[in-house]
């Protein structure tokens, strides 16, 4: 399984911009997998976003972007992306895709295949 996030760029703040997930392999075909998004600001630890199984369609949102982002997927389950609207300053950070068999989607062990990371920079 591969992933690849891309969509990251500079912002002003109250913006939006729209992250994207690709995956190759069984991640996105498998009903088990759930994808998640993670982000790590400098100096911070990761801290999860959002995620979305893709058997039932449920999605899940962190307490400090719920309301101003939403992750979502492609009818053809290729592609799961994060629209952040709304943004701030302290949304500044690397943004993760993740897959995994997971229990607890907030959990970063519990999901095995990670992407590279994506910068987003939002500018006061």
């Known amino acids: 399984v591969q992933l690849q996030a891309f969509g990251g760029g500079l912002v002003q703040a109250g913006g939006s911009q729209r992250l994207s997930c690709a995956a190759s392999?069984?991640?996105?075909?498998?009903?088990?997998?759930?994808i998640g998004w993670f982000r790590q600001a400098p100096g911070k630890g990761r801290e999860f976003v959002a995620a979305?199984?893709?058997?039932?369609?449920?999605?899940y949102h962190g307490d400090s972007i719920k309301g101003r982002f939403t992750i979502s997927r492609d009818n053809a389950k290729t592609t799961v992306y994060l629209q952040m609207n709304s943004l701030k300053p302290e949304d500044t950070a690397v943004y993760y895709c993740?897959?995994?068999?997971?229990?607890?989607?907030?959990?970063?062990?519990?999901?095995?295949?990670w992407g590279q990371g994506t910068l987003v920079t939002v500018s006061s």
């Open positions: 392999g069984r991640a996105f075909g498998s009903a088990s997998y759930t």
């Open positions: 993740a897959a995994g068999a997971v229990r607890f989607v907030n959990r970063e062990r519990e999901y095995d295949y």
């Open positions: 979305i199984r893709p058997s039932s369609n449920t999605t």
